[in-house]
């Protein structure tokens, strides 16, 4: 089993900065892929950024230009840098790791609002 732990959430002003990190444990050498995803109030939970293994990055295009994702080397901690941060980018966002086999996981989630 995989355990998902989010941080980094928190209140910023719009065109402000924040950084969240996800990290994983227990059974890490399965892991392979591992992404972030965001879910706004009445709205369907939506991909934001993933990065593969070998990392490959995959970004929705409302975040391209803002956000950067990245993983340590280890491959158990995932980062998601964004800047230029809009109010549209509220949402909780939830950490998401794939594993090479069997079922993928989800953090329990961070709120990220951006407001003046």
């Known amino acids: 089993q995989v355990q998902v732990v989010e941080s980094g959430g928190d209140l910023v002003q719009p065109g402000g900065s924040l950084r969240l990190s996800c990290a994983a444990s227990?059974?890490?050498?399965?892991?392979?892929?591992m992404g972030w995803y965001r879910q706004a109030p009445g709205k369907q939970r939506e991909l934001v950024a993933t990065i593969t293994r070998a990392g490959s990055t995959n970004y929705a295009d409302s975040v391209k230009g803002r956000f950067t994702i990245s993983r340590d080397v280890a491959g158990n901690m995932v980062y998601l840098q964004m800047n230029s941060l809009k109010p549209e980018d509220t949402a909780v966002y939830y950490c998401?790791?794939?594993?090479?086999?069997?079922?993928?996981?989800w953090g329990q989630g961070t709120q990220v609002t951006v407001s003046s």
């Open positions: 998401h790791v794939i594993r090479f086999s069997g079922p993928a996981y």
């Open positions: 227990g059974s890490i050498y399965s892991i392979n892929d």
